[in-house]
């Protein structure tokens, strides 16, 4: 039995990539798989003034020409603010600015929240309307991972997994074995993951949180706290969900997971003890 | 006036590959060839830190370097030292990680790899051959609930104590490497 298990520490956290090939070939692939999750954060970025987002976020409304992989991940991001109904919200980062959540990089006035045509895309070209900061930090690490998967198959690597810090996703013949680390360090094995994605996030209300995370709009409804984890063919829309998850009103949830292409894993877990 | 928000935060939740109590992910030498895959040359190189060097490198990074003999390679091309290849360990509240870390020759991070991870409690460390993961399971589910894994202790994963390790190997490099 061969096969290539590499960590490095990337996006403040610990990013994992396994495959089944080795040698030069496979780990000059698993190399560029790392790259690509480095480049996608750069350029997804809202912490860092610099990031090409940073610089839509600040051009006050100006159209702008941005990399392809920032207007792929926009793309998705804009879609699934419409099609879950703003349960999810790429057009958060004016909440999350004003509650010091995410920092202010001095940009004009801006709204707290707004909706999924306020990012209008045209080609390469991007414009942010009536004044909203996008934030994709509930997307862009799951997308990282997408897109490092696709690397590694191009580079004719036929199976393995990316783990980013919790955004994970399992592709060709493996089956991996997936532990979640809860807060409190206690370990939860969850299940076997093969040919797919997972991504689990937790739901606090915003006193209770320890740590910086995804601001959630309430909508007037309370999300329901606690662990939410999600498959889904791939990690963007597993890293996505989890907040669709959250937020969807319980009668509603599984037909609207469903219909976003999720599923909810496992619904004992929905509950924090 | 009040907040019309109710304000709530998703929180990522740290995800492990089962076994991860504890991981070889790469040799000494696999590292030197990961890091320095362009026919670069490794020859170690002995290296003893004075107390006065120690305490510079703590000022510098801030953190204290405790192992005055660190293990130190040297990467040479066509006869010139193009690089630096440091193996060195970091102890987390309850893991112990050992890492390698390449360095350009005018202190530039060229790569961080994880060596190994171990959990340093919780009873006995079982190690486990991660690569039965990859023996060809005939699961027809996307997904597959709860399969039995072994009790594993707690532990947070400490990405902070690495890049403080780095910091510090780069103010080691400053102190002992450099003409």
Known sequence: ?273 | MRDKWMFYLSLPVAALVSPAYAVDYLSVEQAQQVLFSDGQTLTAVPVHLSSAQLSQIRDLAGVRQRNADPKVWKAEKDGQTVGWFLVDEVVGKHEFITYATALSVDGKVLGVEIMSYRETHGGEIRRADWRALFKGKTLSDQFRLNRDIPNISGATLSCRNVTDGVKRLLALQKVALMP
């Not at chain 1, 039995?1 to 403040?12: D, E, I, K, S, Y």
């Not at chain 1, 976020?57 to 991940?73: D, S």
């Not at chain 1, 980013?164 to 680390?181: K, Q, Y």
């Open chain 1, 1 to 273: 039995m061969t096969g290539r298990r590499r960590q490095r520490p990337l996006l403040g956290t610990f990013v994992e990539i396994a495959t089944t090939a080795e040698g030069p070939g496979a780990d000059a692939a698993i190399t560029k798989g790392f790259e690509v999750i480095a480049r996608v954060h750069d350029l997804a970025s809202f912490q860092n003034p610099d990031s090409e987002l940073s610089r839509l976020n600040g051009a006050a409304g100006e159209a702008m020409t941005l990399h392809p992989l920032l207007v792929r991940v926009l793309r998705l991001a804009r879609a699934m603010t419409h099609s879950s109904g703003s349960l999810f919200n790429c057009t958060l980062g004016g909440a999350s600015v004003r509650r010091g959540i995410l920092p202010d990089h001095g940009c004009r006035d801006f709204r707290d929240e707004g909706a999924s045509d306020d990012v209008e895309l045209r080609g390469h070209t991007v414009r942010l309307r009536n004044n909203v900061l996008v934030t994709l930090d509930g997307i862009a690490k799951g997308f990282a991972v997408d897109m490092a998967v696709q690397c590694l198959k191009r580079h004719g690597v036929n199976a393995g997994w990316i783990n980013a810090g919790g955004d994970m996703r399992a592709f060709g013949d493996v089956a991996v074995p997936v532990v979640l680390r809860l807060l409190d360090d206690r370990l939860l094995p969850v299940g076997d993951l093969r040919n797919g994605a997972i991504a689990t996030s937790r739901v606090a209300s915003y006193d209770d949180a320890r740590f910086p995370g995804t601001i959630l709009s309430s909508h007037g409804h309370s999300p329901d706290v606690g662990l939410w984890s999600v498959i889904a063919a791939q990690a963007w829309r597993a890293d996505a969900l989890t907040k669709v998850a959250a937020l969807a009103p319980p009668a509603d949830r599984a037909g609207l997971l469903h219909r976003l292409k999720g599923r909810i894993v496992p619904a004992d877990l929905g509950t924090e003890s």
